[in-house]
């Protein structure tokens, strides 16, 4: 009788997985004979998995644990239809059976607490040397070479730890990572920057007098301090090294959320080079980098301040000095071979204000203003007209500028006669008769 245990061991065996890999499948195995308590998979059809995914979700599991056992079952169930070890059915039940889960909360972090974390560990390093005492995180220097290697290469976890000795090539300022310590299993290089070079020279120079060999594992902290006993260094390790400085710093910091923080600061440099980033990292393809990389909405908000200009969606912008006096607005740019300078990328926006494409500035005549005042007005709007019709790369909005004229006559309390439209080509006005508003 086929079993869920069976169709899992048969594919483990099938596949090259890291031990890590191995027992994902075998936990997801488990949870499903949980709560089926069969031992025959003819019993489970999708209606059943359904049952089995509203069960769970009501009882508090998470909806990417659930992805995490549906998936991975999903790959065992295929695994055994297309191999022939189930002869019942064709149908995979586990298939279309995942569940949208919520946004993750941010992966990065920010740059004043990496260096902020970096300046504690570097007074640690002083402090070991000058005291001769243990300090806080010891030996200090180690854990500040595993954070810059975390920090400069983005590294995971589980590669640092499979770095052997002879993995360094320092005359080609290289490191390489072995495939078998990779979700991809390929092995890959990385490169050995300024900043890192330092940190890696002294613990190969502390390896060396120890008398490391070849194969002996680089990044352990056990080798090279009187306080740890342990055979090799292991991931609770480097954890608690982290736990410290996310108590200390405030922000909580991980190894993998260094991989995160690297993927989105490499796309905002100017190259912004995906392929460059995917290799880094050592992803398979650019679907999974582009997970590690998050928004950065200073550059899309710039994005679409430059968009808004090359338009002529933004026609003017008014400049405010620090005492909060508005100055003259400013001509934008206006049309893509404009010969106007455009604004710089605005970083904060300023407080929405109310004004029209093209402003022109008109003194509200009062009734006994008479009819001289008013043709002064408009002889002055007119002119104003002119000169923004000679500095700008197309014509001003008319219509805008006649509706703005006429609602100030309106506003004093004199009617208006007649007024007729001024041309595009003359931008003048023809003839106007003016005559007072009945009450």
């Known amino acids: 009788m086929t079993t869920p245990s069976n169709l899992t061991e048969e594919y483990i065996f099938a596949h090259d997985l890291r031990p890590a890999s191995a027992k994902i499948y075998r936990a997801s195995t488990k949870a499903l004979l949980k709560h089926f308590r069969t031992a025959s998979v003819e019993e489970i059809d999708h209606r059943a998995v359904l049952t089995w995914r509203k069960k769970v979700l009501e009882n508090g599991l998470s909806k990417r644990s659930w992805n995490t056992y549906s998936n991975h079952l999903r790959t065992v169930w295929g695994y055994a239809i297309e191999h022939g070890l189930m002869t019942h059915t064709k149908i995979n039940p586990f298939k279309k059976t995942s569940v949208i889960p919520p946004k993750r909360a941010s992966k990065t972090i920010n740059g004043d607490a990496i260096q902020r974390a970096r300046n504690w560990l ?43 000795y002879k993995d360094i090539d320092w005359d080609s300022q290289m490191i390489l990572v072995r495939g078998e310590t ?68 405030g922000v909580r910091m991980t190894p993998h959320r260094f991989r995160h923080t690297l993927a989105t600061d490499l796309m905002k440099q100017p190259e912004r080079n995906i392929h460059l980033t ?56 206006i049309g ?34 008479g009819r001289g005042a008013l043709q002064r ?21 008319v219509d805008q500028v006649e509706q703005s004229l006429l609602l100030t006559l309106m506003a004093s309390g004199l009617g208006v006669g007649t007024f007729r439209k001024r041309t595009s080509t003359e931008h003048s006005m023809r003839s106007s008769s003016f005559s007072r508003a009945s009450p």
């Open 377 to 397: 007005a408009l002889e002055l709007a007119s002119a104003q007209l002119h000169r923004e019709s000679t500095t700008c790369s197309m014509d001003p909005p």
């Open 182 to 249: 990779e979700k991809t299993h390929r092995e890959f290089f990385l490169p050995i920057m300024e900043g890192l070079a330092p940190h890696l020279s002294r613990i190969l120079g502390e390896a060396e007098k120890i008398g490391f060999s070849p194969d002996d594992q680089l990044f352990n902290v056990n080798r090279f301090s009187r306080h740890f006993h342990g055979k090799e260094m292991n991931i609770d390790q480097v954890e608690s090294m982290y736990g410290k400085l996310t108590d200390k710093i």
């Open 336 to 369: 893509v071979h404009s010969q106007e300078t455009a604004q710089p990328e605005p970083k904060k926006l300023p407080a929405p204000q109310q004004s029209s494409s093209t402003e022109v500035s008109i003194d509200r005549p009062t009734k006994s203003t």
């Open 278 to 333: 995917k290799s880094l990292l050592n992803h398979s393809n650019l679907a999974t980098t582009m997970n590690y990389i998050e928004a950065d909405y200073d550059h899309m908000r710039a994005v679409l301040h430059e968009r808004s200009l090359a338009q002529g969606a933004l026609s003017r912008v008014r400049r405010v000095d620090p005492s909060g006096t508005p100055s003259a607005p400013l001509p934008a740019k």
């Open 122 to 164: 570097i007074s640690l390093v002083g402090q070991e040397r000058c005291t001769h005492e243990r300090s806080q995180i010891t030996p200090a220097w180690f854990w500040l070479s595993v954070f810059e290697m975390f920090y400069y290469t983005g590294i995971r976890l589980n590669a640092l730890l499979c770095l052997r």
